[in-house]
């Protein structure tokens, strides 16, 4: 089962405007991972924030984490058209003692608008 | 450096038969895991392998497999192919294992279609 979901699942704006994601996730977490996926092809790594970090910040992207209320959110400004893509939320989920496996939230579906 | 390379893009197979996807990790990477991807059940862990022994494996069924080489690069292998198996398989490397503390290097995928 999904440990995240990803709200909303799709959104479009125009180019040049703010664009934000939310994830809410299940269970404590070590860190919490955000990825890109263009058109059904791999995924990049994004942002990786710490369950002791609040914010982070790389280019134009600005993650949260608000542990108390188990969510998080990416922001990016000054959307691009080549921001258009799938962005998923992953956390880290402990199987036993020292062996971890990536959780995916379904994922939000964004388009830029040019 | 080269990225995570996977073999081949697309595959089409036939109901019953089986199938093996190759993934070669970062130079250096020495932990590989699988995923799959649908569109019903979205991303969901398959396996992680680290130093040709597999150390995790997902909830699927026993007709996933997988082995990893002594050179780092691995395989995975579905037997009897069912319709549902159809989906887009991620291969993911990293240093280390325990790369959910750190985040994955993935490769562009291989699309399975099963008719």
């Known amino acids: 089962s999904q440990q995240g979901e990803e709200d909303p699942q799709a959104l479009s704006i125009q180019e040049g405007e703010n664009a934000t994601m939310n994830c809410s996730y299940k269970t404590s977490i070590n860190n919490l991972q955000w990825y890109r996926q263009n058109s059904g092809r791999g995924l990049v790594h994004l942002i990786l924030?710490?369950?002791?970090?609040r914010e982070k910040h790389s280019g134009r992207l600005r993650v949260t984490l608000d542990t108390s209320k188990k969510s998080s959110s990416l922001l990016i400004t000054a959307s691009r058209a080549a921001d258009t893509a799938s962005y998923f939320c992953?956390?880290?989920?402990?199987?036993?003692?020292?062996?971890?496996?990536?959780?995916f939230g379904q994922g939000t579906r964004l388009t830029i608008n040019p | 450096k080269a990225g995570v390379t996977q073999t081949p893009r697309y595959l089409i197979k036939t109901r019953g038969q089986q199938v093996t996807l190759s993934c070669s990790p970062i130079s250096g990477h020495r932990s590989v895991s699988w995923y799959q991807q649908t569109p019903g059940q979205g991303l969901q862990f398959l396996f992680e392998y680290f130093s040709e022994t597999q150390r995790n494996k997902g909830n699927f069924p026993g007709r996933f497999s997988g082995r990893q080489f002594s050179n780092s690069r691995s395989e995975m292998n579905v037997s009897t192919l069912e319709l549902g198996d159809s989906a887009l398989y991620l291969c993911?490397?990293?240093?280390?294992?325990?790369?959910?503390?750190?985040?994955?290097?993935f490769g562009s995928g291989t699309r399975l279609t099963v008719v």
């Open positions: 993911a490397s990293s240093l280390i294992p325990q790369a959910a503390t750190y985040g994955y290097t």
């Open positions: 992953a956390t880290d989920a402990t199987i036993r003692q020292g062996a971890q496996k990536l959780v």
């Open positions: 924030i710490r369950s002791n970090e």
